[in-house]
């Protein structure tokens, strides 16, 4: 193995420290305490596991988190009235719905109805809005997850060819956006399924990011001999948790590579904690 191993885990616990310095600043400055609302419909064993993860990181920096359960039987409109309630609470800074919404249920609309100022996972219209357009927001955590892990390592990204795998509006496509800025000045492809030969496309990056939830499909004749790989693929196995990316063969040729687990995993709660620090400080 060559590649430097990227600890997304220790990346995320740098990160979460300053979020604890900024909730108890904060605190002390203006006598806010940091509030997540974290909505769970329905029984669904992997959302229980991440609204948890996200409850107990929560605790951990010094925000108070809310927590929501609504039974798998929950009519949509009562989806929609738990988020009215969150919305006019004061005391909540950020409101976090947890998805996919059981069948029948319409996520993306109930999503829509979240006040942006409280939009911690960065994935109201008008939070993509603004990111859009280059104007300050709440961002979504994965995508900035994967930029904060660059950054620690100090990895450029300006003139860099990026190649991300995946365009979806939680991942792929904020990241393409987010990387094309004139801060960032990367090019950037965005590949998916449709992209044709997708191998070749994939050997121009210097960094390569996968977001696709294929195990292992990225391989070795995928990538360029030393670039940067970001696998924020995460799928559950009997085996437990694996990534996008083949690691074993990966890891010989990449200059750079996250690990699943504890790769960019970690940072996306870790930019969420971030995200409600943010929308508490900029509360009125
Ligand atoms: P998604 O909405 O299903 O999008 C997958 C994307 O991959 C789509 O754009 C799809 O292309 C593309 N794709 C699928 N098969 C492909 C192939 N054979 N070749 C090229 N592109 C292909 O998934 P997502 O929500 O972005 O999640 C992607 C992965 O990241 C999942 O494993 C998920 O669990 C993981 N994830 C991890 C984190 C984290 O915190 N680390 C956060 C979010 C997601 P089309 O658009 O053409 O269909």
């Known amino acids: 193995m060559s590649a430097r191993i990227l600890d997304g885990a220790a990346v995320a616990a740098r990160v979460k420290e300053e979020v604890a310095a ?23 064993p992997a959302s229980e596991v991440y609204v948890r993860n996200k409850r107990r990181t929560a605790a951990t920096v010094g925000i108070r988190s809310v927590h929501r359960e609504l039974a798998a039987s929950a009519s949509q409109a009562e989806v929609e009235a738990t988020i009215a309630t969150l919305n006019s609470d004061p005391g909540i800074h950020g409101i976090l719905l947890q998805l996919p919404l059981p069948a029948g249920r319409d996520g993306e609309a109930a999503v829509r ?21 280059g104007q300050p927001g709440l961002r979504p955590c994965t995508p900035s997850g994967c930029l ?9 990204t300006a003139g860099a060819e990026v190649v991300i795998v995946g365009r979806s509006l939680l991942v792929g496509r904020p990241l393409s956006i987010m990387l094309s ?19 070749s496309v994939c050997r121009r990056a210097d960094i390569l990011v996968a977001a696709i939830g294929r195990p292992g499909m990225i391989t070795s004749e995928y990538v360029r001999p030393g670039a940067t790989v970001i696998d924020v693929g995460i799928t559950r196995t009997v085996e437990g948790l694996v990534g996008d990316v ?16 504890g790769g960019v995993g970690p940072m996306t709660i870790a930019m969420l904690m971030a995200n409600t620090l943010m929308a508490a400080t900029s509360a009125p």
């Open 181 to 199: 800025t004139k801060e960032r000045n990367a090019t950037v492809t965005l590949a998916h399924s449709q992209t044709r030969d997708l191998a």
């Open 246 to 261: 083949d690691f074993e063969s990966v890891s010989a040729v990449a200059g750079s590579l996250t690990p699943v687990p």
């Open 148 to 156: 904060r892990i660059l950054d620690h390592y100090e990895i450029p």
């Open 22 to 44: 900024g909730v108890a600043a904060l605190r002390e400055n203006r006598g806010i305490t940091p509030a997540l609302a974290t909505i769970l419909v329905g029984d669904d």
């Open 113 to 133: 109805l979240i006040d942006p100022a409280k939009d911690v996972d960065g994935l109201h219209p008008v939070s993509l809005g603004y990111l859009a357009l």
